[in-house]
C-alpha cells in the first residue's frame, strides 16, 4: 500500500493504515453477524485485497500539484522562547552552583568535627598524663621518704646491732615479710596501676 507521510497523516487527521485495517474488521464481523458462508468470506476477502491494493492508494494519495499546509490551530505560542530557555538555563546554573557551595560547607563542617574530636582526645590524654604524672611524683616522694628512714635507723643503730640486722636479712622467710610489709605500704598510699605506668615510663 502507499506509503502515507507525516504531514498526509495530519492532513487526514487520522492514520490511514489503521482506518482501513478497522474497516475491514467491521466488514468481515457483519458478515460473521449475518451467517455469511464461506465462499462469501473468500469472496470478500479477493475484493478487498484489490480495493486496498490498487483503489485506496489513490484514494488516499494528494495530487502532484498539492502544496502541504500545516493545520491552523487555535494554540499559538506568542512568547519569546529563547527567553524562557535562556531563564531556565540560568536557575539551572544557579541550583548547581548552590549545591556545589552546599557541598563544600558540608565538607568544612566535616574537617571542624572530625578537629574537634582531636582536640577532645589529645585533651583526655593530658588528663590521664597528669594524674599518673601527680601519682608517680606521690610514690617517688613515699619511697624516698621509706628509704631515708631506713638509713636513719641503720645509722643510728651501729655495730653487734647492724650486723645482727644483716643477718636476720639474710634468712628467706624474715627477707620476704619485710618486702610484704613495705609493698603494702606502698599501696596504701597508690595503686598497682600507678606502679605499673611509673615503671613503664622509666
Given at each position: ?43 470478500f ?30 494554540l ?34 566535616d ?7 582531636e ?84
Amino acid at each position: 500500500m502507499h506509503s502515507i507521510e507525516t504531514d498526509e497523516i495530519e492532513f487526514f487527521g487520522f492514520i490511514p493504515s489503521c482506518f482501513i485495517k478497522e474497516l475491514k474488521e467491521n466488514i468481515i464481523q457483519t458478515l460473521n453477524e449475518n451467517n455469511a458462508d464461506e465462499e462469501t468470506l473468500k469472496l470478500f476477502e479477493k475484493n478487498f485485497y484489490i480495493f486496498e491494493n490498487f483503489v485506496l492508494r489513490n484514494v488516499f494519495r494528494f495530487p502532484v500539484s498539492f502544496k502541504f499546509e500545516r493545520k491552523i490551530t487555535d494554540l499559538r505560542i506568542e512568547e519569546n522562547v529563547q527567553k524562557k530557555i535562556n531563564e531556565y538555563l540560568r536557575l539551572v546554573k544557579e541550583e548547581t552552583s548552590i549545591i556545589r557551595e552546599k557541598q563544600i560547607f558540608q565538607n568544612k563542617l566535616d574537617i571542624q568535627k572530625y578537629k574537634y574530636n582531636e582536640y577532645l582526645q589529645i585533651n583526655k590524654i593530658e588528663k590521664e598524663m597528669d594524674n599518673l604524672l601527680d601519682s608517680s611524683i606521690k610514690m617517688v616522694n613515699y619511697v624516698q621518704s621509706v628509704s631515708e628512714m631506713r638509713d636513719t635507723f641503720l645509722k643510728s643503730n651501729c655495730g653487734k646491732n647492724n650486723t645482727d640486722l644483716y643477718k636476720m636479712m639474710e634468712h628467706k622467710e624474715i627477707r620476704n615479710n619485710v618486702y610484704k610489709n613495705e609493698l603494702k605500704e606502698l599501696l596504701e598510699k597508690a595503686n598497682i596501676e600507678d606502679f605499673q605506668r611509673f615503671i613503664k615510663n622509666l
